[in-house]
């Protein structure tokens, strides 16, 4: 059986990391929401983060599936039938042979221990708690600020709302402060969690992608900068930066 990802993709135009995205949401043939404007200086496809994670995950483990998009405008995602996948009305969710997971963390842990995958070291118990305090970090100390930044710059203009750029400017001080950090961490080792890349790496692959698109310059120190150039140049996430 070919796993089932069920998701959501936006393609977003921008006109420039300072322009007032304001624009219309429509769905085109293919079930994607697009926000089309005039005139573009560069198209990103910002498919839901959640769903870029576990498509990301698969690529890494070559793991065949099938992507279902999930049409949120038509409130397919609270429909009896998808709440018995994600009981939150949430995406991403998988069905892997009638196995039913969701939230997009727990994914890419079941996966890669399914695979046996060094990108979750669980045989060791040292590795394996190296690996959680990495991937604590990446919730804790990244998610948050980058995600209310793509939040205010990308998702908010989607639904016609102004971008609240002293929340924007707040959040990306607080962030840099929490990559200082990172530096220093990066510092002594390749990855996190150590040498060898983990999922705890890649998780940060769907928003720092936003943030970069946008124009903020954030893994800019020489250790970040190596860090990010390695895992943002995986061909894993090549194949899903753009599309599922």
């Known amino acids: 059986m070919v796993l089932t990802i069920y998701g959501m993709q936006i393609l977003v135009k921008v006109l420039n990391p300072d322009a007032d995205l304001t624009g219309r949401l429509r769905t085109d043939r293919c079930g994607k929401f697009c926000l089309f404007f005039v005139a573009h200086r560069y198209i990103a496809d910002v498919y839901i983060k959640g769903t870029r994670r576990v498509t990301l995950v698969c690529k890494e483990l070559n793991i065949p599936y099938k992507f279902v998009v999930v049409d949120l405008a038509a409130g397919e995602h609270k429909t009896p039938a998808y709440l018995q996948k994600q009981p939150f009305g949430q995406v991403p969710a998988i069905d892997d042979d009638g196995f039913k997971l969701c939230e997009s963390r727990a994914i890419g842990r079941y996966l890669s221990a399914k695979a046996g995958s060094p990108l979750l070291p669980n045989s060791d118990p040292k590795k394996f708690g190296e690996f959680e305090v990495a991937a604590s970090i990446e919730y ?50 390749k990855y996190l969690a150590g040498d060898e890349i983990t999922l705890a790496d890649l998780f940060h692959l769907p928003y720092g992608s936003i943030l970069v698109q946008v124009g903020f310059d954030i893994f800019s120190t020489p250790n970040l900068k190596r860090w990010w150039n390695d895992i943002s140049s995986r061909p894993s996430w090549q194949a899903v930066k753009d599309s599922a």
């Open 140 to 189: 804790s100390n990244f998610d948050p600020f980058a995600r209310t930044i793509a939040c205010e710059k990308v998702f908010k203009p989607l639904q016609g709302l102004a971008t609240d750029e002293a929340v924007v400017a707040e959040r990306l001080a607080a962030l840099t402060a929490k990559l200082e950090t990172y530096e220093v961490i990066l510092g002594k080792q």
